[in-house]
């Protein structure tokens, strides 16, 4: 099937569909210069191990470290501003077609691009919250403490480590995945857009959907078992499928 069969179906498919999520992973976000994870020589992972960088027990184990190398990058999501894919799947929302975003990303970036029911399962970078008495602050105040360095960032009410709201390897997963794993049971249709589907407990989503396409640069081992797989950038299939279905965004 060409790529423009390909666009004319995905658009048939939300229109005749619903309910209708999408789930997206760190390739929407990249066309908004926060880089990926897991892109062969080029995402993080191939370069950090994740269990020993931005695990619970090296947070526990050695905070001062876990700052110095995990803070950059989640400071590269702070001035990323949404994508034309963020802006569709927001508008797409808006018109009726989609009921909200999954997202496995950190940034925040689809509440700023309009999406209005965003479950965000692996977390945010709004806030952080101590590790004894969880009293919450907002990220900004853990970030200005390590600037000024305070490493570890304490907690100005019981000097406890600060942590982010985010789901770190060896954590718990957030209220958000268990939220989404309700909304799905019975969708009709998920569009999985910019992830690799490496990473569970979220990967294993699209198997409570009756319906899976897959948009992604590469191939995910969900690919067979998909009803309609596209592997080019969110951003480029986005924009045809808005001209396709005759929206603007």
């Not at 969880?134 to 100005?156: A, I, Y």
């Not at 049971?185 to 490496?198: A, C, E, F, I, Y």
Request: hydrophobic share 40%; glycine share 8%; proline share 6%.
């Amino acid at each position: 099937m060409e790529y423009k069969e390909r666009i004319v179906q995905l658009a048939l498919m939300l229109k005749t569909h619903r309910p209708a999520f999408a789930l997206t992973g760190a390739g929407v976000s990249t066309e908004s210069g926060i880089p990926d994870f897991r892109s062969p020589g080029t995402g993080l992972w191939t370069k950090i191990d994740p269990a020993k960088a931005a695990s619970l027990s090296a947070l526990k184990r050695d905070p001062a470290r876990f700052y110095d190398i995990n803070l950059d990058r989640w400071l590269g999501c702070a001035g990323a501003k949404p994508n034309s894919a963020h802006q569709a799947l927001a508008l797409l929302e808006k018109e009726g077609y989609l009921v909200g975003v999954i997202t496995q990303n950190i940034d925040g970036l689809h509440r700023q691009a309009g999406s209005k029911r965003v479950w965000e399962v692996h977390g945010h970078l709004r806030t952080c919250r101590c590790m004894d008495c969880k009293e919450s602050q907002p990220f900004g105040e853990l970030v200005n403490k390590v600037r000024t360095g305070e490493n570890p960032p304490l907690c100005p009410s019981c000097s406890g480590v600060l942590r982010p709201e985010v789901v770190l390897f060896e954590d718990a997963m957030s209220r958000d995945f268990y939220n989404a794993t309700e909304v799905l049971k019975g969708s009709q249709l998920l569009l999985v857009v910019g992830s690799s589907l490496q990473v569970y407990p979220a990967a294993g989503l699209p198997g409570l959907a009756r319906r899976v396409v897959i948009i992604n640069r590469e191939p995910t081992q969900w690919d067979e078992q998909a009803d309609l797989v596209i592997h080019r950038s969110a951003g480029e299939v986005f924009q045809d499928l808005l001209k396709e279905m005759g929206k603007t965004g």
